[in-house]
Structure formats: C-alpha cells, structure tokens
C-alpha cells in the first residue's frame, strides 16, 4: 500500500506548477481615470465651440463632437482589446500556453518541456524584443504585451524554471 501512496506523491508532484503567469496588457488609464478625461473633453469641447454657435457658425460645435466621439470610440476599442491575456503553466511534463484573444477566442499550445527553448531577441537601444517558445519546429511568441522591462524579468525568472525542470527539478 506504501508504493501506491508513493506513486500517487510523485503523480501529484509531476503535476504540480513550477511556473505559473497571467499576462496581460498594461493599460495605464483605469475607468475612473477614463470617466474624468471624458468629462473634461466634453466640457473643453462645450466651452471651446459655444463662440462658434453665438457667432453663427452652429456646425463647428458639430464638429467638436464628432473628435469627442471619434476619441470616445478609439478608447473603447483600447480597452476592449485589453482583455485579452496569455496564460503560462509549466509543470516538470508539460508546458501549456494559452491565449486568449479580446473576443474570447482561444489557442492552445501543449510542449514538453525537456524540447522547449525560450528564445530572445534583443535590441541594444530598446532591449528586450521577443521571447519565443520554440519546441521540435513549432514557434510561439509570448509576453507580446510586455514592456522590454517587464519581458526582461519575465525570461529571467521563466528562464530559471524551465532550466530547473530539465535539470531534474
């Protein structure tokens, strides 16, 4: 009964996580934030155009409304897109990579880790480019939404994982 136990152990140990990350796009202005700038381009939209309206000349204030939409809607569209998000689970048999898109939409990608590589490239004035999984022919790039920073510390510390599942954990 002791070597059941014992295989279950190192079952549950093979299964468990090394490494695990949720990636997702920085996106500096929270909704509060949004909600304010909002409303003081309204107001400067507002102010701006009512000597246009006194001096008869009604259609600018149209126009002032259609850069306070067109700004509204490329907001939307930014946080929109900041849904999506990158999920990274490295365990001593298998890594799994997962992205999902700001529709919902979602690709999976399953490497053993012993094959996989984590490749970068790197710039001398910006740093830090692109890291790729590359494993038996297949390439992904991951951390896309990173700052060069950010994706430096993410090798790093993703890097020393994967060295230390090859390594035997």
Same mark, same amino acid.
């Given at each position: 009964?002791? /070597? #059941? ?5 190192? @079952?549950?140990?093979?299964?468990? =996580? ?6 997702? =796009?920085?996106?500096? !202005?929270? *909704?509060?934030?949004?909600? %304010? ?8 939209? %507002?102010? &701006?155009?009512? *000597? ?6 009604? *259609?600018? &204030? ?7 939409? #067109?700004?509204?809607?490329?907001? +939307? ?9 990158? %999920? !990274?689970?490295? /365990? ?14 979602? $690709?999976?990608? @399953? ?6 590589? !984590?490749?970068? +490239? ?13 494993? +038996? #022919? ?9 700052? =060069? /920073?950010?994706?430096?510390?993410? &090798?790093?510390?993703?890097? $020393? &994982? ?8």
């Amino acid at each position: 009964m002791d /070597t #059941g136990k014992a295989a279950f152990e190192d @079952l549950d140990r093979l299964e468990r =996580p090394v490494f695990e990350a949720v990636i997702r =796009p920085h996106r500096s !202005l929270g *909704p509060e934030g949004f909600r %304010i700038v909002m409303i003081l381009l309204c107001l400067c939209s %507002i102010i &701006a155009s009512l *000597p246009f309206v006194i001096m008869g000349f009604w *259609p600018v &204030a149209g126009f002032f409304g259609l850069d306070f939409l #067109g700004l509204y809607l490329a907001f +939307r569209i930014n946080y929109r897109q900041g849904q999506s998000f990158e %999920i !990274l689970v490295l /365990t001593p048999i298998r890594l799994l990579l997962k992205k999902v898109s700001h529709r919902g939409e979602a $690709r999976e990608w @399953l490497f053993n880790p012993l094959w996989t590589r !984590l490749d970068r +490239r790197d710039d001398d004035e910006f740093g830090l480019q692109e890291l790729t999984l590359v494993s +038996r #022919g297949q390439q992904v790039v991951i951390a896309h939404d990173l700052s =060069p /920073t950010e994706r430096e510390s993410f &090798a790093e510390a993703f890097g $020393r &994982a994967l060295s230390d599942v090859k390594r035997g954990y």
